[in-house]
């Protein structure tokens, strides 16, 4: 009963990344196909990371998970907390603080895209609570706290560091959408933690005379551990592989402060037609993804196991 299903994994899945990295050795650029290997080997790869735009892709991607990462998970154990201890309305609030999830990237990108737009949204009530500055928010091209300067002596191969390694201020906007809709998919999954910790544990804390604060320190929060290593899995196999809600909010963004690597590849391949170069940046893709899930899963096959 299995062979079917894994013949359509091995050819739809492990297969196509196969012919990917075939694709990223060839010189195949425009409508005909080539897939002659390009000399020298691995030439395409060398090209990539040597270019200016992918080099601040990879810098966006990095910044942009670990902030989505940190808000995402703290938005969601709080309003999971809240949720839990509310005395009423326990499943209204619940509905409510998941449905942006329900919501697809790009009606999630074109309706904060509104809201940073400097002209309209977040500045319009800023400006109606007599706050004169205004942020420039998604059209913001500054990065603040480069650092690329400094480890260019450090690190090996520095010298090809060409981008600012700091934090472009327009992905921030980006950071708090992604942070809205997936907040909810945290919270749901730290409830249903919160929901397996015994009442015993509680009862036993108070009698111990421990305050609210110390119970969730010294017991929730610990409980909440292995949740926390999974939604923070989750969540960064999502992010690493951003497009659609970058995209539909504010696309390469200027300077291409914004840009990640899912739209360097749409760019590569259906608009420049250098599928070689498309095929090389999404297995850069796929390594930056393995490096957060073959860890998980092998730590989890070998829990199982014993």
Not at 109 to 118: A, L, M, Q
Not at 156 to 172: D, N, R, V, W
């Amino acid at each position: 009963m299995l062979v079917p299903t894994l013949g359509f994994v091995a050819i739809f899945v492990y297969g196509f990344i196969g012919y990917s990295i075939r694709v990223s050795l060839s010189k195949w650029t425009g409508l005909t196909p080539d897939l002659e290997v390009k000399k020298p080997a691995g030439s395409t790869y060398t090209d990539l990371l040597s270019q200016v735009r992918f080099q601040t892709d990879l810098r966006n991607i990095v910044i942009f998970t670990v902030l989505f990462l940190v808000l995402a998970v703290v938005v969601g154990m709080v309003l999971a907390l809240l949720v839990h201890n509310a005395l009423a309305g326990r499943p209204a609030f619940r509905s409510i603080f998941l449905f942006p999830y329900a919501l697809s990237f790009i009606v999630t990108g074109v309706v904060w895209r509104w809201i940073f737009t400097p002209s309209a949204g977040a500045n319009l009530i800023l400006q109606g609570l007599g706050i004169q500055a205004k942020p420039k928010w998604i059209t913001d091209p500054t990065v603040v706290g480069d650092v690329s300067a400094s480890l260019k002596d450090v690190i090996p191969f520095g010298s090809a560091i060409q981008t600012k390694l700091g934090i472009p201020l327009a992905i921030i906007p980006v950071v708090i959408a992604a942070a809205w809709q997936l907040g909810g998919f945290a919270m749901a999954n730290f409830l249903a933690a919160l929901a397996g910790i015994p009442e015993e544990l509680k009862e036993a804390a108070a009698l111990d005379g421990a305050s609210t604060f110390q119970y969730h320190r010294h017991i929730v929060f610990r409980l909440l551990r292995p949740m926390v290593v999974v939604v923070l899995i989750l969540l960064t196999h999502v992010s690493l592989k951003s497009f659609d809600l970058v995209y539909a909010m504010v696309g390469q963004g200027p300077g291409f402060a914004t840009d990640v690597p899912g739209i360097f590849v749409f760019d590569q391949t259906f608009r420049a037609l250098r599928y070689n170069t498309g095929a090389a940046a999404s297995v850069v893709m796929l390594v930056l993804v393995s490096l957060v899930m073959v860890p998980y899963l092998y730590r989890s096959t070998k829990g199982a196991k014993r």
